[in-house]
């Protein structure tokens, strides 16, 4: 089964006096849909435009893994546990909440800042919070995040390119640059912030057009 939403569904939220634009495709905070509370292990999928100088002050997380990847911009992120990094476009940041940990996350650069992310529930509550950044991770590289069952596909397509769809019991699909279509599935490509929910994943691919780029979660619960 395969649920399209597009990105015009998705709840508009943050501080525009503050300089945030928030876009939630799921139940978040305010914006409560108890009929769209999650898919497999994903709790959220956020767009997050912040103005230079505007941020989310320190904040805490816990029983989460929060993953982000930065579409234009740069990230400056902070946290309790001792972390300082910028975050990229191309990078994977990973933190997990654990137990509890508590960050800043802040557009320190001159030009605006876009980034998309994504909370997945782990499968065991508690244990230690843990921080990594890859850089600059390669096309179609897998990122595993054991903590929640679950696998990362980052897809660069050109147009016309083929992709196959990960065959697993769930799979999440984030467009965030171009358009795609699903092979055999009906309706319009899905462009930007569009994502489509697919359930018993087996034989699908994904066709870009025009070029793409492509957020894909591959997860077993």
């Known amino acids: 089964m395969i649920l399209v939403r597009y990105a015009a569904q998705r709840y508009v939220g943050g501080d525009p006096s503050a300089g945030i634009e928030s876009l939630h495709a799921f139940s978040f905070g305010r914006f409560y849909d108890p009929d769209n509370l999650r898919f497999g292990a994903v709790l959220a999928c956020n767009e997050e435009r912040l103005a230079p100088g505007a941020g989310f002050d320190e904040h805490p997380h816990s029983h989460t893994e929060i993953v982000t990847w930065v579409v234009e911009g740069e990230l400056t992120h902070r946290d309790s546990a ?12 990973r933190l997990s909440s654990a137990g509890g940990v508590r960050h800043v996350e802040r ?3 001159d030009r605006p800042l876009v980034f998309v992310q994504m ?11 843990a921080y990594e950044v890859v850089r600059g991770i390669a096309d179609s590289t897998p990122y595993a995040l054991p903590r929640a069952g679950a696998m990362l596909h980052v897809r660069r397509l050109r147009d016309g390119e083929r992709s196959a769809v990960p065959d697993a019991p769930y799979v999440y699909v984030q467009v965030v640059r171009g358009g795609v279509r699903i092979d055999g599935a009906a309706g319009p490509a899905l462009g930007p912030g569009d994502s489509a929910r697919i359930t018993d994943a087996e034989g699908l691919e994904l066709v870009a057009a025009p070029a793409a780029e492509v957020l894909l979660w591959e997860m077993s619960d």
Do not use: I, M, S, Y
């Not at 001792?82 to 940041?93: E, I, N, S």
């Not at 909370?119 to 919070?129: H, I, K, S």
């Open 82 to 93: 001792g972390h300082a990094t910028v975050v990229r476009p191309g990078d994977v940041q």
């Open 107 to 109: 557009n320190d650069g």
């Open 119 to 129: 909370w997945l529930a782990p499968l065991e509550p508690g244990g230690d919070p």
